[in-house]
């Protein structure tokens, strides 16, 4: 009698009591595959059925902490470093789908053989919805060297100088630097970081003209001989801080539309006339705003407003001469647009 078990008989092929291992593995039941993402030995059991794919990607997202760099480091976890089509490498005939999005997985839909792209992950997603505006360093010093051009340009346009025998206020030679300062901003840190610059401008701005007149109103100290002086050169006339602010705020906001209709629309390429197209439609409106609204004498004024205004042939011709000097200092601002890189273009 043979000391062999069942198991130590050797496969014979033509005995139908001891079939070859292939024909075992064929015959007996299957055995429940362990959920996708399983590690079993060296090895992890992964879905790729679209299902399975949404839920790896799921977990994923529950297990990776949020990036502190913003999104723009090297190791930003997947999920946040696609962020859109341009971000995925083309593949001729590929679909491309959103593993992100519930619709992506519709029923019926075909997916087979598209290219996944990420949407941001829960820390931009959470970011946007607070009002978080996430800026580098060239959006930085663009901000703060924009906001310091309105001030200086505010307390300059107080001295009247000549150009070519032609008024024109001094703050017109540093002002329309202001407009490509608006689209470096709006380049590197998107539309809404563009907005918040220029009405946080006019704010300081409006604050500046404010604490002048407190500080002029405040009796002066009899050893300080130049009192009168003082109040006369920066005490506000505020008909002009207000068309002044007034054109500001309105041209620079149809700047910006100008720029995200055009970089949105139209193309990223040339980047030089992006910025000649803006400043070309937006210089003009802020010129027309701040000549009519500070000089002009406009019907609904008063009578001493009106007698205090100059006349209308005066008033086109600090028009003309100061959107020509503006047109030419906006000109030799444009090579400031090549400081940065394009970003944030899903937010332009």
């Not at 491309?96 to 519709?106: F, K, Q, S, W």
């Not at 009247?160 to 407009?179: E, H, L, S």
Request: net charge negative.
């Amino acid at each position: 009698m043979s000391d062999q078990t069942p198991d130590d008989v050797p496969a014979d092929p033509t005995d139908p009591a001891h079939p070859a291992p292939s024909e075992v593995s064929s015959t007996r039941p299957a055995a429940s595959e362990p959920p996708s993402g399983t590690v079993v030995g060296d090895s992890v059991v992964v879905d790729l059925t679209p299902t399975g794919l949404a839920q790896a990607l799921a977990r994923h997202h529950a297990v990776t902490p949020p990036n502190p760099a913003g999104g723009d480091s090297d190791d930003e976890p997947i999920g946040q470093a696609m962020t859109s089509e341009a971000d995925v490498p083309s593949i001729p005939g590929n679909p491309v789908i959103d593993l992100t999005e519930p619709d992506a997985y519709r029923s019926g839909a075909d997916h087979r053989g598209a290219t996944p792209v990420h949407s941001p992950g829960p820390d931009r997603r959470v970011a946007r919805a607070s009002g978080e505006v996430t800026v580098g360093t060239v959006a930085l010093v663009s901000i703060g060297v924009y906001v310091g051009a309105q001030v200086i340009s505010q307390v300059t346009s107080l001295k009247i100088g000549t150009v070519a025998d032609r008024a024109v206020d001094m703050g017109t030679f540093i002002y329309p630097i202001t407009f490509t300062l608006r689209d470096i901003i709006h380049k590197a840190a998107g539309r809404r970081a563009a907005r918040i610059a220029i009405w946080t401008s006019a704010g300081v701005n409006l604050f500046l003209a404010a604490y002048l007149a407190w500080a002029a109103a405040w009796p002066t100290d009899p050893s300080y001989p130049l009192g009168a002086e003082y109040s006369a050169v920066l005490g506000p006339l505020w008909r002009i801080v207000i068309a002044s602010l007034l054109a500001m705020v309105v041209s620079e906001l149809i700047d910006t539309e100008v720029y995200h209709w055009w970089v949105t629309r139209i193309t990223t390429r040339f980047q030089w006339l992006r910025v000649l197209v803006s400043n070309a439609i937006s210089v003009p409106v802020d010129n027309l705003i701040f000549a009519v609204g500070a000089f002009a004498p406009l019907f609904f004024l008063s009578q001493y407003q009106r007698d205090q205004s100059l006349p209308w042939d005066v008033v086109w011709d600090i028009f003309w001469v100061n959107l020509v000097v503006k047109g030419l200092v906006s000109l030799a601002s444009i090579p400031f647009i090549y400081l940065t890189k394009d970003r944030h273009l899903d937010q332009a």
